[in-house]
Each structure stands twice: as C-alpha cells, then as structure tokens.
C-alpha cells in the first residue's frame, strides 16, 4: 500500500472551469513534489517543496499553481488550462536527509481538459 | 540538462525468460534509482543504487551502478507475468542536497510485455 496518496484519480474539466489536486503523504517525509507525466515523454519535474518552502518551479505556466500548506499535504491549483495539460499528475515525497534520494510516488490524477 | 537513455524502448518475451535493460548517459550520477509503473498507477521504487560498482538485488531483480558511474542496468531474471509493466530508471547527479531539492531526471522507460 502506498503511503502517498492522490485526489482524485480522474478529472475532466474544460478550459474554462478551476479545479485542484490533492496529494497527501503519510510517511513522515520533509520534501513532496509535483510530476507531468505525458504519453511517450520522461517524467517533467513541476515544482519541490522543502519544509513547506517552494525550492523548485520548473518554468512551470501560471495556470498551474501549487500550495503546500504543511509537510504532509501539498496542492496544484488548475485553472484556465489548455488540452495540451492533458496528463497523469503524480504527487511524490522523500526524506530530505544525508545522501538518499529515494522518492515514493502517488497513484496520481489522469487529467483531461476538453 | 542532463538526460538518461533508457533501452530498449520496449521488450516482448517470453514467461520465464530474463530481462535486461540499460540506461545511459554523457553526465556522472551520484545515485541511480530503478522505479515499475503498472497501468493506471504510480512509479513503484524497486532499487536505489548510491557507489559505483555496487550490485543490489530485490528478489528476482538486480540491479548495478557502472563502474564509469555513467550508467546502471537492471535485470530480472525468470519473469512471470506479473513482471508486465514499464520501467524507468532514474538519476541523481548532485552529491549535496542543494536547497533540499533532490532533483532526479528520468529515462524514458521500457515497456515490459510478457507472452504466457
């Protein structure tokens, strides 16, 4: 069982509509992150948050905007998006701590915008 | 920036068949991580690798960090059909943790399917 979970799992919205995502980590990590991942493309790193401080925006669009009220919790705020945004959104954390960069990824959120 | 390439892009085998797959790269990375996607799921982390040369196994999975530090395998030997899935290997470069961003780029995955 994963200890990062993700709300909701499926989302379809129009261009014009808002919307957000939830991830939340149960594993006691200090570090989360938001991920794209797009049909035959790496996984683009989005944005880090470290101690609840933002470390890490990847010249990520201003549609997108994240929040990460807590360590445990972290946000990505969806509004006026393009059908290019299409995509699974995966949450993930690690333990920011000595040499290890081990991260534990959520099930994620399949977006579709129409 | 760095980028990993990840082969082969996909692999059909039979069950009970090993598996091996690479990834590569011009940078030297500091740790190598191997992650399984099944459909509809997150990355699952299978392996991390952190020295050169350093060998791990996880069951029927092994993986290695190249010696020149540029790469890393990932085998899996006897596969079954639970094994189908895409895998992705993923690199750290930086020794210190700059701001606390522990920044990793992926390969672009092999695609596992498994012939009963």
């Known amino acids: 069982e994963t200890g990062v979970t993700q709300t909701p799992r499926h989302l379809v919205m129009g261009m014009t509509n808002k919307k957000s995502l939830k991830c939340e980590q149960h594993?006691?990590?200090?570090?989360m992150y938001w991920y794209k991942q797009s049909a035959k493309k790496p996984l683009e790193l989005m944005f880090v948050y470290n101690f609840k401080e933002q470390t890490e925006n990847n010249s990520v669009p201003s549609r997108f905007s994240p929040e990460c009220p807590n360590s445990s919790h972290l946000f990505l705020h969806l509004h006026t998006l393009q059908p290019e945004d299409s995509a699974l959104y995966l949450c993930?954390?690690?333990?920011?701590?000595?040499?290890?960069?081990?991260?534990?990824f959520g099930p994620g959120t399949r977006l579709t915008v129409t | 920036g760095q980028q990993l390439n990840q082969s082969p892009q996909s692999m059909f085998i039979q069950e009970g068949e090993d598996v091996s797959m690479n990834c590569t790269s011009s940078?030297?990375?500091?740790?190598w991580l191997w992650y399984k996607q099944e459909p509809g799921e997150g990355p699952v982390l299978l392996i991390a690798l952190y020295k050169a040369g350093e060998l791990t196994s996880n069951g029927r999975l092994t993986a290695q960090f190249g010696i020149t530090r540029k790469d890393s395998f990932l085998n899996i030997s006897a596969s079954i059909p639970s094994d189908v899935g895409i895998y992705f290997c993923a690199g750290q470069t930086s020794p210190l943790i700059i701001q606390g961003a522990q920044k990793l780029v992926f390969g672009q995955g092999t695609r596992l399917t498994i012939n009963p």
């Open positions: 993930a954390s690690s333990q920011v701590a000595g040499e290890t960069y081990e991260q534990y």
């Open positions: 940078s030297i990375f500091n740790t």
């Open positions: 594993l006691g990590h200090n570090a």
